[in-house]
């Protein structure tokens, strides 16, 4: 089992809709969360962190399940330049310096 | 986001020379980190640094070593590039493990 999933997409949604995206880890020791953005041939950026059970920055809401071990991003009214890939990073467990990716999944906004 | 800054930012090489990277932060973070990014596999770790000259493997070490003389420098090196080492490198820093990375904007890295 891979120590971060994320389906790959890609979704293909309209302007204006609620997407969701899932993520989950498999290690319950994990303490750190967040969701980065990036653009085709650009490098991540830090969209959110995730703190206790969640976090809400404008159109963008992220929460954590540690119950069940897993993270969301929800983007509500999604517009053309929301288009990017959106990676899940998870730390590793207390006394590594260490933060491990999903592959990302990718959304396509459509006019 | 002038923080840190990756050089060369693209470069092609030939099979069995050595190449180096750098890293460069402004930021006086503590945490340095190289990591490559490869279709179907994400962003893997390759080194990282918790210090000045202390340094750890990461997940995808094997035919790279790093370098860290200086807070502000971290260097990748490829001792004998190969062909699956084509990749986009990037270097990221952090001042702690809560707080997230900040990336360099990568280098394109073709070995032929």
């Known amino acids: 089992r891979k120590e971060v999933e994320q389906d790959p997409g890609p979704f293909n949604v309209p302007e204006g809709a609620t997407v969701a995206f899932n993520c989950t880890y498999s290690n319950s020791a994990s303490q750190s969360f967040f969701w980065y953005r990036q653009d085709c041939r650009k490098e991540p950026k830090l969209l959110m962190s995730?703190?206790?059970s969640g976090n809400e920055d404008g159109r963008f809401t992220a929460q954590l399940n540690r119950a069940s071990q897993y993270i969301s991003l929800l983007i509500r009214d999604s517009k053309l330049s929301d288009s990017a890939t959106y990676l899940c990073v998870v730390s590793s467990p207390q006394g590594t310096y260490k933060y491990i990716f999903g592959t990302g999944t990718r959304l396509k906004v459509l006019a | 986001d002038a923080g840190i800054t990756q050089s060369p930012r693209h470069k092609v090489t030939e099979t069995g020379t050595p190449v180096t990277l750098r890293c460069h932060q402004t930021?006086?973070?503590?945490?340095m980190y190289w990591y490559r990014q490869d279709p179907g596999h994400g962003l893997r770790l390759i080194h990282y640094?918790?210090?000045?000259?202390?340094?750890d493997k990461g997940e995808v070490s094997d035919g790279y070593s790093v370098s860290r003389s200086k807070t502000e420098d971290f260097l990748l090196t490829l001792e004998s590039a190969t062909s699956s080492q084509t990749s986009v490198y990037f270097c990221a820093i952090s001042e702690a493990i809560e707080y997230g990375y900040t990336f360099g904007s990568g280098t394109r890295l073709t070995v032929v």
């Open positions: 995730i703190y206790s």
């Open positions: 930021e006086n973070h503590r945490y």
């Open positions: 640094s918790y210090g000045v000259k202390d340094t």
